[in-house]
């Protein structure tokens, strides 16, 4: 069974930092680019941040920029969410997903239905 699990969510206060992990399982998703998102109460997902099969090509929302990075360690075949001065308003579930369809090395797929795989999400609260 093909499985993201994400971890590392929680309760922080604003200017904190966390860093959400993202293990895969059932098969290994080395090339594929995978991605963070995130879903606020009564918002819609969003995209935050993109990361290529190697690592050498990322992408970030504005509001994400220069506070959060994205990477991945192809030995644990995780991909990894360090979020640093956090906000009240980066509060959200948080999901991983995976894109198995594109063969372009530094292709990152910015579309929700690009992606062929998600975690279950993980819950992260901000307090002011």
């Known amino acids: 069974q093909v499985q993201l699990v994400e971890s590392g969510g929680g309760l922080v206060q604003a200017g904190d930092s966390l860093r959400l992990s993202c293990a895969a399982s059932?098969?290994?998703?080395?090339?594929?680019?995978m991605a963070w998102f995130r879903q606020a109460p009564g918002k819609e997902r969003e995209l935050i941040a993109v990361?290529?099969?190697?690592?050498?090509?990322?992408f970030y929302v504005d509001s994400v920029k220069g506070r959060f990075t994205v990477s991945r360690d192809h030995a644990r075949d995780t991909v990894y969410l360090q979020m640093n001065n956090l906000k009240p308003e980066d509060t959200a579930v948080y999901s991983c997903?995976?894109?198995?369809?594109?063969?372009?090395?530094?292709?990152?797929?910015?579309?929700?239905?690009?992606?062929?795989?998600w975690g279950q999400g993980t819950q992260v609260t901000v307090s002011s």
């Open positions: 990361i290529n099969w190697n690592g050498g090509s990322t």
């Open positions: 997903a995976a894109s198995h369809r594109y063969n372009v090395p530094t292709y990152l797929p910015k579309g929700q239905d690009e992606y062929d795989y």
């Open positions: 059932g098969r290994s998703f080395i090339t594929f680019p």
